[in-house]
């Protein structure tokens, strides 16, 4: 008997599972509830098998027909029908499991560990707000090029040239990391090279060496808190980056052995690194501690006494003695390595001092006690240098 709609339209259920025949083993299986399943009995390799094809009327008649139709085709072909579905189902939950979000996501907890926590969330926010939307569902296989680039120019539209690239940088990372792990074979963002406008960098402000006269001159005479006046004083001494000073703890100061050991996760690289301690930072460090010693920063915060110094503090004290756009904080390092390196101080003590990344992983993780003796020697030089051509009113 051939089935036409009416008659697959019209089945009743029964107290008992029956069948309605269509020719070459496509039937419908009616169930005492009242669902009704089309199938496809067929042998395979000797046995009897079944392959499930859909539900009516999600699956019409004509439909069950020209599904029953591909997977005779197969079994001619010397293929098990059931095995082609289920091997398609495999790679619809292998993309599923396999989209860029999810990958993306999976790299960025894989490396946590090496990024500050700011630095950690920054790098998930920008592909939350300028990635996920548009690239985020799509198995992270299938991605092109110029998708990858249509999102990425939607960033540079925008004027934001710097986090389009490091956007661009962060997921050809992800790209690579699903190479790795099997579930991706190209890196889209490889051809995306030299695609985007170039970043013009802006260098931090700082000061001259002919400008440090007249600084020191100010911050002697700063009228503003003492604990902020301190703190300029320390970072233009030991040049760390400001969040490395603001946050610094009297736990890491050891006064016996004159250094400052900052802990690898305050450090914007992640590694242990040491300050060793002219007698002029030493001397600062213990008129604060005069004040502060019963808290655990060195620079507390005075508003939130838990915390530690804000953010601001030291770019408003050094706007207050006239240096807006004129320096930054950050700036003395810039100041520091110029005047150093101007003194013949080996390039790459200065470096180690600056605690610029060593890309060499194994390398870094030795290295943060490297050049100390120089260092040492060059960390009082500079605080004697300052002391030199600071005005003596």
């Known amino acids: 008997m051939v089935l036409k709609d009416i008659h697959v339209r019209n089945a009743r259920p029964k107290t008992k599972i029956y069948r309605l025949f269509d020719g070459g083993g496509l039937y419908l299986e009616i169930s005492p509830r009242g669902g009704k399943y089309w199938r496809y009995k067929y042998r395979f390799a000797g046995k009897e098998k079944r392959l499930a094809l859909g539900i009516y009327p999600d699956l019409s008649l004509a439909e069950a027909r020209e599904l029953h139709a591909q997977a005779r085709k197969a079994l001619a072909k010397g293929e098990d029908p059931s095995a082609i579905k289920r091997e398609a189902a495999r790679q619809i939950k292998l993309k599923s499991d396999n989209t860029f979000e999810t990958i993306a996501r999976e790299w960025h907890q894989n490396n946590i560990e090496k990024w500050t926590p700011k630095h950690g969330a920054k790098v998930l926010r920008r592909l939350e707000v300028d990635i996920f939307q548009s690239l985020g569902p799509r198995p992270i296989a299938e991605i092109p090029s110029s998708e990858m680039l249509a999102a990425i120019r939607k960033i540079e539209k925008r004027g934001a040239l710097d986090i389009a690239h490091r956007v661009l940088q962060s997921c050809g990372q992800i790209f690579a990391y699903a190479i790795i792990t099997d579930r991706a074979e190209r890196n889209p963002t490889i051809a995306l090279r030299g695609a985007l406008k170039p970043v013009l960098k802006k260098h931090h402000a700082y000061l001259k060496a002919e400008d440090l006269p007249e600084f020191l001159s100010k911050l002697k005479n700063y009228d503003g808190d003492l604990q902020t006046q301190l703190a300029v004083r320390l970072l233009l001494l030991t040049f760390v980056r400001t969040g490395e000073?603001?946050?610094?703890?009297?736990?890491?100061?050891?006064?016996?052995?004159?250094?400052?050991?900052?802990?690898?996760?305050?450090?914007?690289?992640?590694?242990?690194?040491?300050?060793?301690?002219?007698?002029?930072?030493?001397?600062?460090?213990?008129?604060?501690?005069?004040?502060?010693?019963?808290?655990?920063?060195?620079?507390?915060?005075?508003?939130?006494?838990?915390?530690?110094?804000?953010?601001?503090?030291?770019?408003?004290?050094?706007?207050?003695m006239g240096y807006h756009s004129r320096a930054t904080g950050h700036g003395f390092r810039s100041t520091a390595s110029t005047i150093l390196n101007e003194h013949d101080f080996l390039p790459d003590v200065i470096e180690r001092?600056?605690?610029?990344?060593?890309?060499?992983?194994?390398?870094?993780?030795?290295?943060?006690?490297?050049?100390?003796?120089?260092?040492?020697?060059?960390?009082?030089w500079w605080a004697d240098y300052l002391d030199g051509i600071a005005p003596k009113k």
């Open 245 to 320: 000073l603001r946050g610094a703890k009297w736990e890491e100061i050891k006064f016996d052995a004159a250094e400052w050991r900052i802990p690898a996760e305050r450090m914007k690289m992640r590694d242990p690194h040491i300050v060793p301690l002219s007698a002029q930072a030493i001397s600062v460090l213990r008129e604060m501690q005069a004040r502060t010693s019963n808290n655990e920063y060195v620079f507390p915060n005075q508003q939130k006494p838990t915390g530690c110094m804000s953010e601001n503090t030291m770019l408003y004290a050094l706007y207050r």
């Open 353 to 380: 001092q600056l605690a610029h990344g060593d890309r060499n992983e194994v390398r870094a993780a030795y290295n943060h006690a490297q050049y100390l003796k120089e260092r040492r020697k060059m960390m009082q």
